[in-house]
């Protein structure tokens, strides 16, 4: 593992394509804008819970199906930014233009048709995923499904340009419009529900607004022609049949990555269920707190993907190793620091807890843990895996997480959870067995060095 972060490579000033300065400029937005959705989550949570249990059920349970639709919109986003990316590289506009435009326009295309299932087959989706619920959370579920399929569109629109500005390394841009959309959605729910006491439509009208605002106003920002790469509406309704393979040949394999590990996740949902009401609430409670100590790994992951994505654009295979390290030592560096201070301050966030003296030692066990552990692998297996998949290895990621995640660590939970008893101790034992295994594959096909034959453009 050190071996990989070795500076071994060097390369000359005037082919360095980010300067320090640079990279900073890049990496500081996107810690914050990952930060502050973070927080607004627990915000969001925190008032939604006023509404009453109906709505909070609900809420979650439509989230659950929310979350994978908005995983449709992440993957196409992250296929046309790696894309966007190397034409940004190879200092190619037409293309890069072409690009862009196409990948709003697909993106839109699919979220209408996603739109209309939802809303048509609202009933049967939610029966299907949550059996026969209580009649007044199935009411909160379909308003709030409505609602916030009506969403999609802008959320597609929204993460679609997203996903250009950070091919361009204007992530501040995001970071701004990111604070707007937040601000408004909390507002919002404020109003909706302690002004208005609109209940489940109170939280909901707020997320569709904020969401409309900020696609709009990226959009916008997006078609002006002084950008490195811009939308160009003409080329919206143009259909290129190549620019779009391309940028599907990365999305697809990601969103069958991003979508086999959600459902992953609900497979382990039902085994945590096994083991009783302490371990249930522990477990809910760690995996905030799990969320809020993987971000700054979370965060490098669109850094990875611009940077490389550009310098594999340049056809710089020696640019974009030297960066893999470099980025890979900034990411060890800064999970190391945050894990270990937010785990410092972990036992006095747990006093505003109403939770037992044993749930709360839990807690503590599982964040130690996920700490340890998603500081010394993550880098490897999270942010290192982008570094590959924006040199178009994408095929390869997909596999290593299909095998670590939704295998080894379903499996290990069984073993660890169930047959050796150790509960949602073992659950946690089993995630560090999928990043361990993961680092390994993914740290072998660097050395193997794979990746440098790919092309995307």
Known sequence: MLKLIEPKIQIEKSRQLFSNRNLRDLIVPLIIEQLLILLVGIADTLMVSYAGEAAVSGVSLVNQLNTVFILVFTAL????????????GNKDKKNGVLASSQLVMITTFIS????????????????????????????????????????????????????????????????????????????????GIFVLHAGVAGVAYPSLISRVIAAVILLA???NKNNTI??????????????????????????????????????????VA?????????????????????????????????????????????????????????????????????????????QLYSLSSDTIYMIIILCLIHNLFNALLCPIASSLSNGLRACGDVKYTMYTSIFSTVVCRVILSIIFGIWMNLGVIGIALAMVGDWAIKSALIAKRYYQGKWKQFKVI
């Not at 790696?82 to 940004?88: G, H």
């Not at 599907?248 to 990601?254: E, K, M, R, T, V």
């Open 274 to 350: 096994m083991f009783g009401t302490s371990q249930i609430a522990a477990n809910g409670v760690a995996q905030s707190f799990w969320s809020m100590a993987a971000l700054f790994c979370l965060a490098m992951g669109p850094a990875f993907i611009t940077v490389i994505g550009q310098c594999m654009g340049a056809g710089d295979v020696e640019a974009a190793d030297y960066y893999m390290k470099k980025l890979l030592r900034i990411t060890y560096l800064g999970g190391i620091i945050w894990n270990i201070v937010f785990f410092i301050v972990t036992p006095l966030i747990l």
């Open 77 to 88: 986003a992250s296929g046309g930014a790696v894309v966007a990316s190397q034409y940004v």
């Open 230 to 271: 811009y939308v160009r509406i003409k080329d919206i309704f143009k259909w290129s049949q190549e620019m779009i393979r391309r940028i599907l040949n990365i999305a697809i394999p990601n969103g069958i990555e991003n979508g086999l590990f959600q459902l992953s996740k609900v497979a382990l949902s039902s085994i």
């Open 112 to 191: 209408i048709i996603l739109m209309g299932v939802a809303i048509i087959f609202r009933r049967e989706l939610l029966t299907l995923l949550f059996g026969r619920v209580e009649s007044e959370v199935m009411q909160a579920c379909l308003t709030y499904l409505i609602i916030s399929a009506f969403s999609f569109p802008a959320l597609a629109i929204y993460n679609s340009c997203a996903g250009l500005f950070r091919s361009m390394s204007k992530t501040k841009t995001i970071m701004y419009v990111s604070i707007i959309m937040n601000v408004i959605n909390v507002v919002g729910n404020f109003i």
């Open 221 to 223: 920002i997006s078609l």
